[in-house]
């Protein structure tokens, strides 16, 4: 397996173009379940995540083909073959869960495994579970599995109301209401840009959804779905991370594609830290002198607010600031995985539950790193960007799961950042 080693080397200066945003990309393509017709996917991301979700849903009979060098994925569901989502794939990426609304609602019946634990915590299905049963699924749990069952005739429209915030399971309840019978009314909806994607998509497959990117989302079932061709929105979490390396290590980037309506929490919490940003009409661009930056307390929320997955990377900012801070993470309850190794490299961190105190320091030194999860350890590749000497990164594979070519990108810009053979 490789290893990225980055030596710590100045400010950056350059463009980097963001891609197609991973998660949405995963959810949209459970959406080409939905329709007997194509659905071809632009501006996809070239991610083992996707390859991962793509082999899924080949298991389960739709045919997927990578175009244009990957960057254009063309899925055609015409015949469902299976409607059982097996463990070996289910266990390797959540967001496979999500196939369940569409199978559930296209064939009457659907059998996914259980995601299982992951590093960054328990991550439940419970409301996903419950919002399929408002729809008038009978459910079951067996061995693993969860099999769904539609009433005959079909789901049945219902009034779906989260008592907090749930991205995913949002969004299998408004794939499953697309095609039941009579209107779903989703309360406390997700109000994230994937989820307003995947909406976006659905509208141009047929799906009749009004209200996407507020709390309140209204679906009106219609009786099928046809094909469409839908662009990925831009990625705000590598956006969000890109932004950060000359936070870190000082310069001026242009993000190409970036927009600060995707990332606008974010962007006020790194002005905050006295770095500068710019929107053009065609992308962002952060500046930054290289001195220290002031501390900040961040709290992670559901969007439009901070999100949990740029704080492992804001962390990483935050280590080298000029005093303390205090990240307090809400989504996740085990999601400071990258502390004990940042502080490995010199930083200081102290974690008590879902609060990391950071108290800045003014150098810290490359070392033998290895986080359990894909943000973890792109934030420690970030550190390494103004650490002394040499960060050595293992276990690339978590960050082939959701950066696409990091090195070239990071290269590009001036980071001496290398992948090797381990
Ligand atoms: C989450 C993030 C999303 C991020 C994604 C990938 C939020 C609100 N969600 O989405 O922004 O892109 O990870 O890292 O920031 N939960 C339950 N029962 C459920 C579903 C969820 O208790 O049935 C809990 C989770 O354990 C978690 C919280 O709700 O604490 C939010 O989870 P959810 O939004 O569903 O997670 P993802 O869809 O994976």
Do not use: W
Not at 65 to 93: C, F, H, P, Q, W
């Amino acid at each position: 397996m490789d290893k990225i080693v980055v030596t710590g080397n100045g400010p950056l200066n350059g463009q980097i173009p963001i891609s197609g945003a991973k998660n949405t990309c995963l959810k949209l393509m459970t959406a080409a379940l939905l329709s007997d017709e194509p659905l071809t996917l632009t501006n996809v991301p070239r991610l083992s995540d996707i390859k991962t979700l793509g082999a899924l849903l080949e298991s389960l009979g739709c045919e997927v083909a990578l175009l244009n060098g990957g960057n254009v994925m063309a899925l055609s569901a015409g015949t469902i073959t299976s409607r059982k989502a097996e463990y070996d794939m289910v266990r390797k990426l959540r967001a496979s869960f999500n196939v369940l609304g569409p199978i559930l609602t296209r064939e009457g019946e659907a059998t996914v495994s259980l995601p299982g634990g992951c590093a960054i915590g328990a991550r439940k299905v419970d409301l996903h579970l419950m919002a399929l049963e408002k729809l008038g699924a009978t459910l079951t749990l067996e061995e693993g599995y969860v099999h769904a069952k539609a009433p005959e005739g079909g789901l049945i429209g219902a009034v779906i109301e989260f008592p907090f915030v749930t991205v995913g399971g949002t969004e299998n309840a408004i794939t499953a209401a697309t095609l039941a019978n009579g209107t779903t009314v989703i309360k406390n909806a997700a109000r994230e840009p994937d989820t307003v994607d995947l909406c976006k998509c659905l509208s141009a497959m047929g799906a009749k959804i009004d209200g996407a990117g507020t709390s309140t989302i209204t679906i009106e079932g219609v009786d099928r779905l046809h094909g469409a061709t839908h662009e990925v929105i831009a990625d705000r979490i590598e956006l969000g991370t890109f932004m950060i390396a000359p936070a870190i290590a000082g310069g001026e980037v242009e993000l190409l594609g970036g927009r600060r309506d995707l990332v606008e929490a974010f962007c006020g919490k790194l002005e905050a830290t006295g770095v500068q940003i710019e929107e053009t009409d065609k992308s962002l661009i952060v500046r930054h002198d290289g001195s220290r930056l002031k501390p900040v307390d961040v709290e992670t929320e559901p969007f439009p607010g901070f999100p949990t997955d740029l704080q492992a990377q804001m962390m990483a900012a935050l280590c080298f600031a000029d005093g303390v801070s205090v990240l307090h993470e809400t989504i996740f309850e085990n999601r400071f995985m990258h502390a004990p190794e940042l502080i490995r490299m010199g930083a200081q961190v102290d974690v008590q539950g879902g609060h990391a105190t950071v108290t800045g320091v003014e150098a810290m030194k490359g070392a033998q790193v290895m986080a359990t999860d894909l943000r973890a350890s792109v934030s420690l590749i970030l550190a390494g960007l103004k650490a002394e000497g040499e960060t050595v990164v293992g276990r690339v594979y978590h960050l082939d799961r959701g950066y696409e070519r990091i090195e070239e990108k990071l290269g590009a810009v001036g980071a001496k950042i290398e992948r090797m053979p381990e």
